[in-house]
């Protein structure tokens, strides 16, 4: 089982997702269950979306999501996994594409949802070729498959211009209707075959799918005689077996006697000949002109969709421009931003302008005077006070050497200060909560 952990932009607070595949390599058809779990430290205050899971190369199919729970170092985390198969149709290495979502959950220790982006890797699946001995076109997986023949029309009185429909259904496992290859019917001598427009259907419930097709095909007889019906072989490669499998169905003879009324032949014939007209016209126009593999009218819906997505996309760099702005504006105007400002300046060797931000920081430490004595006095500590009183001499003498200021006693005086604000007992005043 290939197995990966996927962390997302918000790790630290303990969200993160895995993706998971029962195989790392498959053939053509063979399903693949990928499932995508997402876990917290908490819990989830909303429904979890992850969005549509869409595969190149591949048919996605959704099952279900269930609730699960892990422990890691101790930690119990709650998640939720969404289980699909997948089934590639090409023959060529797929990938699960990274998906990006939201969800909400509260900190360790919160109760209020917060919104959390989380962000997943793609994970390559490889695709084995097709084995050399088998017909590529005619190659099928499934779990089983059972076939069953149907013929409308008496077939121990047939004459000519008679017409029999036969149909051969596969209802399959673990497969979707779509991988199910088509009946190739052979050509009969004396007989023309007209094939019916197929039936496909795949059926699906929580924890299984399987696929049912049936191809049909009317044969009118010509002539009279013999009619020799070989035998038909469906063969299909079972992954959870490992080997190919075959189901026959066994031919037969028809006698054709002949039919005095002729006439009535060339009616038959051009009667089929039109209704497989309409068909091909049928699907002539589902494969009508696309644009990007889309028709018109997917295409339209899909700039739609594109021109809404876009409109909403400018909005939100918009806003969130406005707030990188604001958080830009209220961190130069920050006690956090004088301080640094204070130690970059003080590498210019412009005395003067270093200690212009020396006290523009002292001005946001809000003491009882904004002045150097002041902060010695609540520091408390003699080597800041040796620090100032040299400050003081640059000062009072502008032909002072250069001085260098101690960067880690500021940086240490700076986290004393913060760790003091931060321990300072509460107001006596007593707050409804």
């Known amino acids: 089982m290939g197995l990966f952990f996927i962390t997302s932009h918000f790790f630290a607070q303990g969200i993160f997702s895995t993706v998971t595949s029962n195989k790392s390599a498959v053939y053509v058809g063979e399903p693949i269950a990928i499932t995508i779990s997402v876990y917290t430290p908490t819990w989830f205050t909303q ?34 996994q969404f289980i699909y198969n997948v089934f590639p149709f090409q023959e060529q290495d797929i990938v699960i594409p990274a998906l990006s979502f939201e969800v909400e959950s509260p900190k360790i220790g919160g109760y209020k949802g917060i919104r959390r982006k989380v962000q997943s890797k793609e994970k390559v699946i490889k695709i084995k070729p097709t084995p050399s001995d088998i017909d ?14 149907n013929w409308k029309g008496n077939l121990m009185a047939v ?19 779509e991988l199910i290859p088509p009946i190739l019917w052979d050509s009969i001598s004396s007989v023309s075959s007209y094939p019916i427009r197929p039936s496909v259907t795949t059926n699906k419930t929580r924890t299984d799918i399987s696929a049912i097709r049936t191809d049909g095909v009317k044969y009118l007889f010509e002539e009279e005689g013999d009619i020799v019906l070989a035998d038909m072989e469906f063969s299909w490669w079972n992954p959870y077996q490992k ?7 066994k031919g037969r003879t028809l006698s054709v006697q002949p039919n005095p009324d002729l006439g009535i032949l060339k009616t038959i014939k051009d009667s089929l000949a039109v209704k497989q007209e309409l068909i091909r016209a049928e699907e002539t126009k589902k494969e009508a002109k696309t644009y990007f593999g889309l028709n018109w009218k997917e295409f339209i819906a899909f700039i739609v969709v594109l021109s809404i997505a876009l409109y909403f996309l400018v909005r939100y760099l918009f806003k969130f421009w406005k707030i990188i702005v604001h958080k830009r504006a209220v961190y130069i105007a920050s006690e956090s931003y004088a301080f640094r400002k204070f130690l970059s300046d003080s590498n210019s060797g412009d005395s003067g302008k270093y200690i212009s931000a020396l006290y523009h920081w002292i001005g946001h430490l ?30 009072k003498d502008k032909n002072a050497n250069r001085l260098l200021i101690n960067k880690k006693l500021w940086r240490e005086t700076r986290n004393k200060l913060i760790k003091n604000r931060k321990e300072a007992p509460p107001s006596s005043e007593w707050i409804n909560p």
């Open 159 to 177: 004459k000519v211009g008679d017409v029999l429909e036969r149909t051969i259904t596969r209802n399959t496992r673990n497969t979707v209707a």
């Open 366 to 395: 809000n003491l009882y005077e904004p002045t150097l004595r002041e902060l010695a006095f609540v520091s408390d500590s003699p080597a800041l006070l040796a620090e100032i009183e040299k400050i003081e001499t640059v000062l």
């Open 243 to 249: 080997k190919y499998l075959k189901r026959t169905i």
């Open 136 to 149: 590529r076109d005619q190659w099928f997986v499934t779990g089983g498959m059972t076939v069953r023949e």
């Open 47 to 80: 429904g979890v979306d992850i969005g549509n899971l869409t595969v190149n190369g591949a048919f996605t199919v959704y099952f279900r999501s269930v609730s699960t729970s892990r422990k890691i170092k101790g930690q119990t985390y709650a998640g939720i």
